[in-house]
């Protein structure tokens, strides 16, 4: 699966299989997981076999079922925290669904006690990302159009589109879609806009979405 299919391939799933992660597929993920955290300067890590990450009753209100194995996004406190977590966040959740797995961001529906105990002293704690085989696929759900997330005077060429479109496709906290993209000069840029939840996370995902669909680094405005 080339990265441009797993960006269409994946959706949010909450109901997992009781099927452990095969051990190459362990090997693989924490590999790479190493290696963003060596280029992010995170301290993000995966932990496996343990139910009681999801264990609560925020997580069962979330309809989670069967989460054991889930992606931690802690790090130390820098200014770009919030982002950072979201863009190499998301860069590990298509690495996983190339790997044959399914996900799930999680801002609030975790045993937060749990997995705080994860987190070395000095660090905090950004998000959660259930991980494993899904009951499902998932499915894609409706959301806004090119022109509703862009400012752009002009015509637009075909890299930004497709950077644009592959934003789209990225999740965001409760579907907000609070983005818009910018181009000048044939410089591309990024923006949170309006008011809502995670916002600083979801711009993280949705550049790391563009940039893995364009090849061009986007500037955070």
């Given amino acids: 699966m080339t990265l441009m299919e797993a960006i269409d391939a994946?959706?949010?799933?909450?109901?997992?299989?009781?099927?452990?992660i095969a051990q190459d597929v362990r090997d693989d993920l924490n590999e790479f997981v190493r290696s963003c955290n060596k280029e992010s300067g995170l301290n993000i890590?995966?932990?496996?076999?343990?139910?009681?990450?999801?264990?609560?009753?925020?997580?069962?209100?979330?309809?989670?079922?069967?989460?054991?194995?889930?992606i931690v996004l802690?790090?130390?406190?820098?200014?770009?925290?919030?982002?950072?977590?979201?863009?190499?966040g998301e860069k590990i959740v298509l690495h996983a669904q190339q790997l044959g797995l399914n996900t799930c961001w999680a801002a609030l529906t975790f045993n937060k006690k749990r997995v705080k105990e994860l987190v070395p002293m000095g660090e905090?704690?950004?998000?959660?990302?259930?991980?494993?085989?899904?009951?499902?696929?998932?499915?894609p759900h409706k959301g806004k159009s090119l022109h509703d997330v862009i400012?752009?005077?002009?015509?637009?060429?075909?890299?930004?589109?497709?950077?644009?479109?592959?934003?789209?496709?990225?999740?965001?906290?409760?579907?907000?879609?609070?983005?818009?993209?910018?181009l000048e000069n044939d410089e591309p840029s990024v923006k949170t806009?309006?008011?809502?939840?995670?916002?600083?996370?979801?711009?993280?995902?949705?550049?790391?979405?563009?940039?893995?669909?364009?090849?061009?680094?986007?500037r955070i405005a």
């Fill in 151 to 182: 400012d752009v005077k002009g015509g637009m060429p075909e890299w930004f589109v497709a950077g644009v479109e592959a934003a789209l496709k990225a999740p965001t906290a409760v579907n907000q879609q609070k983005f818009c993209f910018m």
């Fill in 45 to 70: 890590s995966v932990k496996y076999g343990d139910p009681t990450g999801f264990d609560s009753r925020l997580a069962h209100y979330g309809s989670f079922s069967n989460v054991s194995n889930y």
């Fill in 74 to 88: 802690k790090g130390a406190k820098r200014e770009d925290f919030d982002f950072i977590c979201g863009y190499y």
């Fill in 10 to 20: 994946r959706h949010s799933v909450r109901a997992y299989k009781t099927t452990p």
């Fill in 193 to 218: 806009k309006g008011f809502g939840t995670c916002l600083k996370v979801d711009l993280g995902i949705v550049a790391y979405h563009f940039e893995a669909a364009t090849g061009k680094m986007v």
């Fill in 124 to 139: 905090q704690l950004c998000m959660v990302i259930a991980l494993g085989y899904g009951e499902t696929q998932g499915k």
